[in-house]
């Protein structure tokens, strides 16, 4: 998708992260993401090491369109390709104030 825009967006930050926001990579080309998704019963590494499917949802694509239409509203439907899914770390969690960085 060519972008629209020629800097980076970033909406209202949303509880564990940043919002859907807007990155534009050196061909031009725009990604939208990450939205949070919080994971449960994760007490330690032990507890999620090799237990999860990293594909991405296609059916999740559908929860982006409300929020990329906040600053983009012109975003048509079926627009969306998926790109990828990771676990990002965090020290704090949901309803928590944002922690991203401790020094001992």
């Known amino acids: 998708m060519k972008a629209p825009f020629k800097h980076l967006i ?12 807007v990155t534009l990579d050196l061909d031009g080309q725009i990604k939208f993401g990450p939205d949070v998704e919080w994971m449960k019963n994760v007490d330690d590494i032990s507890s999620f090491l090799n237990k999860f499917d990293y594909s991405v949802c296609a059916k999740c694509a559908e929860r982006f369109y409300p929020e990329i239409r906040k600053y983009y509203p012109n975003l048509k439907d079926d627009s969306l390709e998926s790109g990828y899914a990771v676990i990002r770390p965090k020290l704090s969690g949901a309803q928590q104030s944002a922690s991203d960085f401790v020094i001992q």
């Open 10 to 21: 970033y909406p209202i930050p949303e509880d564990g992260g940043l919002g859907v926001h």
